[in-house]
């Protein structure tokens, strides 16, 4: 029951960590991408037009969205011509320019971490699986967030 119980702790830390990562990417860089697209009324229309998820969440404010989204999201501004997907590309080399050089890096956690969090095919998550997690989060945050100011 012991060894139970601690598998069920582990999941959750695991959970917890991914759920952080979702937050934190959702408020500090699509929230405010969002926020961006507002400022400029055609490239707001323009998302508006296209129909994949990615964008509609930023022009829905209720629309789910999570961290395999955020992945596509993010894979779409090397891959993609449209607009939207170009502006976002810009805005991540604006406000995230260790997005850039941490890019495939990222990705590769950022699928990682969405898989680790996936009960289904992840079950029995174990503590070299929380530590990885833990890791996985700050390189994946470190890259979206400000540098701590070191006096």
């Known amino acids: 029951q012991t060894k139970e119980f601690e598998r069920s702790l582990e999941a959750s830390v695991v959970r917890e960590y991914a759920w952080v990562v979702e937050y934190e990417l959702k408020s500090r ?3 405010r991408f969002r926020e961006e ?3 400029s009324r055609e490239l ?3 998302a508006t037009k296209d129909w994949y998820k990615n964008i509609k969440f930023l022009t829905q404010k209720d629309e789910v969205f999570t961290l395999g ?3 596509a999201a993010f894979k779409d501004t090397q891959v993609s011509n449209e607009k939207t997907d170009l502006e976002f590309a810009r805005y991540l080399e604006r406000s995230a320019p260790r997005f850039k050089e941490a890019y495939a890096d990222v990705l590769k956690t950022l699928k990682t971490v969405s898989q680790l969090r996936n009960m289904e095919s ?3 998550p174990n503590q070299a699986d929380v ?3 833990a ?3 700050r390189k994946v945050l470190d890259c ?3 540098p701590p100011v070191v006096a």
């Open 135 to 137: 890791r996985a989060c």
């Open 29 to 31: 860089v699509f929230c």
């Open 122 to 124: 992840h079950p029995n």
């Open 131 to 133: 530590r990885e997690m």
């Open 69 to 71: 989204d955020m992945l």
């Open 144 to 146: 979206f967030c400000e």
């Open 37 to 39: 697209l507002k400022k």
């Open 44 to 46: 707001f229309e323009q």
